[in-house]
């Protein structure tokens, strides 16, 4: 029985899983954790990743007996891994949750001929802090002793992969995180490196771009497939097809879908993603999600049980309570340097009203941008609605997402998609077969679902939490 291995490498840790190449049944998996971090200044040092990595692989005995026939990486999107002529990282990798650059972003999107439609048009997305062309940008300005030492410009995935081939390779997917590649071009767009600065060849330091099912080497004998980032995996690890509406509740929040053309938001909402497969996965990004009902849990000296089952005693729209979660500066909508805030506090407030204020406040900021997400693929609003991330296991997250979208949710039984989608690829990679075909093999697995309930009036406290963002 041929095995592989799917590496999940997050913000918060290292997830490997082995499975079966044929059947897709999981035979051991690992975890090891990362270094904490905080915007606004978000970093890790890759080598804690391989640290990570080692521990995980050791634990799900792929050194031993689970060892892999083949094994793709994907890892948390658009960090920058920066090293000089003899393969040295220079400094630890500013990750997607660093909004240090974002006085850099809007000096880009200003000196863009047609400013944010332009970049949109260029690159399929336009550059907030959380891009990597931003931090590039940064780097140059804050530290150019250290911009001058680069020879090598990577991505997480793109720089564990390169640990077990000693290739500098990344993929589309990844790729169209960066703000220099463009979805509807396949290609690099130098011009927009050349904003950062022209005297550069870019040529000499951007990993080449390998396809869905090209190898990218060998590790030990072990097949590497491409990888990708973990959005692009996770899509792959659910099954996701055009008209599913994907979301996830993690650290970040996200809503995607899969669509057959690419996105080009002027507005910046959506980001123009390429996915793993050769479609598109345009894609809205909150930066606080499950942190923000992990905090208003620490304040009420609960742990995650005893939060949900507050949020659950009190009723939707908090009798009036609404919170917006935007506690670490945010991302959609574009506020870097923003804070949370409290509206309609009465002397009459509850514990169980600031529980149910935190749920819903991070579901109707998510939803605020997937309602912009859905005008570029409409059909979107008709499919399946998927429920992913560590918020899914929470009962009060999975009630208030039926209830705020008026849609069945389904929570589908696959504890680590981004893991299960770099198997995927690996398998695929391995067998030269299709990657739905070999998605379809292996099953999506169980779902459960959860109805919204009739009685809640979810455009009511949709438009209660649209009033106080704007406040």
């Known amino acids: 029985m041929p095995l592989v291995a799917g590496v999940d490498s997050s913000t918060s840790a290292c997830k490997v899983e082995v499975r079966d190449a044929d059947t897709g049944e999981l035979v051991a998996s690992g975890r090891a954790p990362h270094p904490p971090t905080t915007p606004p200044r978000s970093e890790q040092h890759p080598a804690d990743w391989r640290a990570a990595f080692d521990a ?20 948390q999107q658009h960090g920058l891994v920066v090293s000089d002529h003899q393969a040295r990282v220079l400094r630890p990798a500013k990750l997607w949750n660093d909004t240090e650059s974002a006085d850099d972003a809007a000096a880009l999107v200003a000196a863009m001929d047609g400013g944010a439609p332009g970049w949109a048009t260029a690159c399929g997305s336009v550059p907030t802090a959380a891009f990597t062309i931003t931090k590039l940008a940064w780097l140059k300005r804050c530290e150019p002793d250290v911009f001058g030492q680069v020879r090598s410009v990577l991505l997480p995935h793109d720089w564990l992969t390169a640990q077990l081939t000693h290739a500098s390779t990344t993929d589309r997917g990844d790729a169209s995180g960066t703000g220099w590649w463009s979805p509807r071009d396949e290609c690099y767009r130098h011009d927009l490196l050349a904003m950062v600065d022209d005297a550069v060849s870019w040529d000499d330091v951007l990993p080449e771009v390998l396809g869905p099912a090209d190898q990218a080497g060998e590790w030990e004998g072990i097949v590497v497939g491409p990888g990708t980032g973990d959005n692009m995996a996770a899509a792959l690890g659910l099954g996701l097809r055009p008209g599913d509406l994907a979301l996830s509740l993690g650290t970040s929040g996200t809503a995607s879908t899969v669509s057959d053309r690419p996105a080009a938001d002027g507005s910046g909402t959506v980001a123009g993603f390429a996915d793993a497969t050769g479609r598109h996965l345009p894609l809205v990004c909150t930066l606080n999600a499950t942190k923000v009902t992990d905090a208003v849990a620490r304040l009420l000296g609960v742990d995650a049980a005893g939060l949900d089952a507050l949020a659950r005693a009190s009723q939707a729209g908090a009798r009036g309570l609404v919170l917006v979660p935007h506690l670490d500066g945010e991302r959609t909508p574009n506020r870097p340097d923003a804070r949370g805030a409290l509206t309609g506090i009465r002397s009459d407030v509850t514990r169980e009203d600031l529980a149910r204020a935190a749920f819903e406040g991070v579901v109707c900021n998510l939803l605020a941008g997937a309602d912009e997400l859905l005008r570029w693929e409409p059909g ?41 989608g770099a198997a995927l690829q690996a398998a695929a990679v391995l067998t030269g077969g299709h990657i739905e075909d070999i998605a379809d093999a292996w099953g999506t697995g169980r779902a459960s679902e959860v109805d919204p309930d009739p009685s809640v009036d979810g455009a009511a406290v949709r438009r209660a939490s649209r009033t106080a963002s704007r406040g």
């Not at 995980?56 to 890892?75: D, Q, Y």
């Not at 609605?385 to 696959?414: E, F, K, M, N, W």
Request: positive net charge; glycine residues 14%; aromatic residues 4%.
């Open 56 to 75: 995980a692989c050791e634990m799900a005995g792929v050194f031993g007996p689970n060892r892999p026939a083949a094994i793709s990486v994907a890892a």
């Open 380 to 420: 979107a609003a008709e499919g399946r609605v998927l429920l992913i991330g560590g918020g899914a296991r929470s009962a009060a997250y999975r009630q208030v997402v039926a209830d705020l979208t008026g849609r069945p949710v389904l929570v589908p039984d696959v504890g680590e998609p981004v893991a299960r």
